[in-house]
């Protein structure tokens, strides 16, 4: 079994066949992680570039990890700017990296759409690792190998997803990965933070935190941007935390087995109380160590795998 | 020099649609008459087998940006033109937004001598409304008029002083010069890339709300009120626009419109998978935009189709979608565009004709038609010759259309400017 596009651009393009395929082969790559010795010879000779045109540590660092535990060569590439202003446009990096044969290339970049065009430029595979606010399919693949792990399934599952809705590529990708596999899934913030039209991606939308906690199986915080004041979308972190935050009052209205996620990194006591954050309910750092066994599978299977990697 | 142009069916809402023999001496259309009648044929220089064939009026494209001076490697006053005649087009109107922009007599000379020694289609350059077109002090009117300007806008950048803009109407009325505004609130606009809505929030792109161009609509049909300026709106995008345009005519404010092949042929959808060339400010609306541009196209609201051609190089738009220049080449699919709607039934050829030559004739001040005593500037369009749109056929220096590989039902076969045959 193999995926059909040598590309990981988004959720949409995804099947719930290949999703399933994801998930199963990264549940039999994460073992590989509580060895003693953590690696395996699967993509030895595979050279894998991490081209991060934004700051990230968590994700970078997964994906570094996740190709060395396969025995892959990575080298990461930073670039603060768009390299358009240093002259030189992305297609034309791309070119220069393409001429040096790498298998896969791993983009994070702040504006939507870059993995797309870099897809179409590069024989390479190309790995979104978040583009501006559209997507991040390795972040929603975490989160549903996550959830699955806790859960025993996706099917059937109400998940709220509270914050900046309007700006964030994770709500996108989740709000499409999970309705994909079965969840309900309702977003919530104040109507500055929902953009236009995100019913059409099968999210339901609430402006009162108490209805998203109501009967939810999952709870997905997200970090609130400071800077976003600036734009209006917000008055104060002060109401802010007061009317949209995950309290532990708030949380006592929340189902028993209720389990609360982050993609990082927090704000506590913003979005999300410490004690919470820290507390029973949490999966936050569940996801970060399935988010190693995620990209393994990834690199795994985009490099035209067909066995179970443990197998090698 | 005797040019007979013969048993074309005209399309002049002034003349009968009939079809007719055209004679046409020393640039002037001397005489029409029926098929067959007069039969000097031999006298003349050429002769010219018009059957099955469209003879219009001259078309004029009233909103072009030909890049020269400062960007002529997307296109110059030369190649510009030569899209244009192969379009269809026997003048251009052409924007300011140049480097330098043109704001003054000296560059409207500069661009009149590139375009007679081009010596294709006509230019007619629109001056800048401000100085550099930053929205401080007026451009000098009188003057640029005098260089041989038909309106003034800052098109690219919206007039964003109220103020400015209501001196700029009083100013120019004074000089009978038309303002030509782009409508855009750019505080609402923010840095939004395509049409707000549900596609760009699947897309993750910042949006751009209808209101940042119907709120500037209404305050600019409120200052034409005031004026008395006549006002032409360029690039209608919105149904709001439409509405707000539609009820100022009622009451008699001197506003006219425009909108380009794209707005009523194409949605947001064409944005597709981050596709630059469906990039254009304003942006590519919903189907419930497109179909209100087309019931004010039919119903007269909107008075002129214009391309807004936007030339920009290979380099510039195979980029990130939220770098990318914004803007289409147009010239030369306006005329097959257009002739979609006609096959559609929306429009009329009559009114065709109206919204690309007779309409910004009247709205510019200048002459069209195809009657005795008028220079011969006509556009001949065979309506049943399918073509595809290939790029390697383009005039233009540049590339940027979505419209490559489509079918169009027919093209302009011949362009003449004052009697001289500039395409066919």
Known sequence: ?312 | MRILIKGGKIVDPAVSEAEADLLVVDGVIREIRPVGAGGEQAACDRVIDAAGKLVMPGLIDMHVHLREPGFEYKETIESGCAAAAAGGFTAVCCMPNTDPVNDCPELTEFILKKAQAAGTARVHPVAAISRLSEGKRLCEYGELKAAGVVAVSDDGRPVESGRLMRRAMEYASGFGLPVISHCEELSLAGDGVMNEGAYATKMGLPGIPNTAESVMVLRDIALSELTGCPLHIAHVSTKESVAAIREAKKRGVPVTAETAPHYFTLTEEAVGQYDTHAKMNPPLRSAGDLEAIVEGLADGTIDVIATDHAPHAPVEKEVEFDHAPNGIIGLETSVGLTLRLVRKGVLTLGQMVEKMSLNPARILGLTRGVSEGLPADLTLIDPEQEWTVEAAAFRSLSRNTPFIGWTLPGKAVLTMVGGRIIHG
Not at chain 1, 12 to 40: C, F, N, Q, W, Y
Not at chain 1, 269 to 281: L, R
């Open chain 1, 1 to 312: 079994m193999q995926l059909r596009q040598k590309d990981i651009l988004d959720m949409d393009s995804l099947s719930t066949v290949e999703i399933e395929l994801i998930l199963d082969t990264a549940a039999g790559m994460k073992e590989i992680s509580l060895r003693p010795i953590k690696k395996v010879p699967t993509l030895r000779g595979k050279t894998v570039i991490l081209f991060f045109y934004e700051p990230s540590t968590r994700t970078r660092t997964s994906f570094d990890i996740a190709a060395k535990r396969l025995s892959a060569d990575s080298l990461s590439i930073s670039a603060k700017t768009s390299s358009l202003v240093k002259g030189e446009t992305l297609i034309d990096t791309a070119r220069n990296l393409e001429a040096m044969n790498p298998d896969i290339l791993v983009i994070r970049h702040s504006s939507a759409g870059v993995p797309h065009l870099l897809g179409r430029t590069m024989a390479a595979s190309v790995i979104n690792a978040g583009d501006g606010m559209h997507a991040h399919p390795t972040q929603t693949l975490l989160d549903l190998m996550t959830v699955k792990e806790k859960k025993g399934r996706i099917q059937g599952l109400r998940l709220a997803i509270i914050g900046d809705i309007a700006h964030s590529r994770v709500a996108r990708s989740d709000i499409v990965g999970f309705t994909k596999m079965g969840a309900e899934v309702t977003v919530c913030a104040p109507p500055t933070m929902i953009p236009a039209g995100i019913n059409a991606l099968g999210a339901s939308v609430t402006h009162r935190i108490e209805e998203a906690i109501d009967g939810a199986d999952v709870i997905m915080m997200l970090r609130i941007q400071l800077e976003r004041q600036k734009d209006y979308l917000f008055s104060t972190v002060r109401e802010y935390a007061k009317y949209f935050g995950l309290n532990v009052r708030r949380l006592q209205k929340a189902r028993d087995d209720v389990l609360i996620m982050h993609p990082g990194p927090m704000n506590r006591g913003v979005e999300i109380a410490s004690e919470i954050a820290d507390g029973p309910y949490s999966i936050i750092l569940d996801q970060v160590t399935n988010g190693v066994a995620v990209r393994m599978a990834l690199l795994y299977l985009v490099a035209g795998g067909v066995r179970h990697a443990d197998s090698d």
